[in-house]
């Protein structure tokens, strides 16, 4: 099972969609949520996500269709070292 931890960067219209629960449901991942920023013109979230590698690739794809950009995070949140 593959874990990617990422930045997602939203459009101001997509301040009101529920991506996060459209993600869940489209490609069955496992998604915490570490943080995020969200006010009328901008906003980000940042997640783990847990899931079938390729599944997450998939997901990703898509989030970049609806003009979300992906960052990668390199943070540690208390897993095992």
């Known amino acids: 099972m593959a874990e990617r931890s990422v930045r997602l960067v939203y459009p101001p219209t997509l301040i009101n969609v529920p991506v996060i629960h459209q993600l869940i449901r489209r490609y069955d991942v496992t998604v915490n949520l570490l943080g995020a920023e969200i006010d009328s013109q901008h906003g980000w979230v940042e997640l783990q996500l847990s899931g079938d590698e390729s599944i997450i690739d998939e997901a990703f794809t898509w ?9 990668d995070t390199e943070r540690n949140y208390g897993g095992s070292e």
């Open 63 to 71: 989030l970049k269709t609806l003009g979300i950009e992906i960052h």
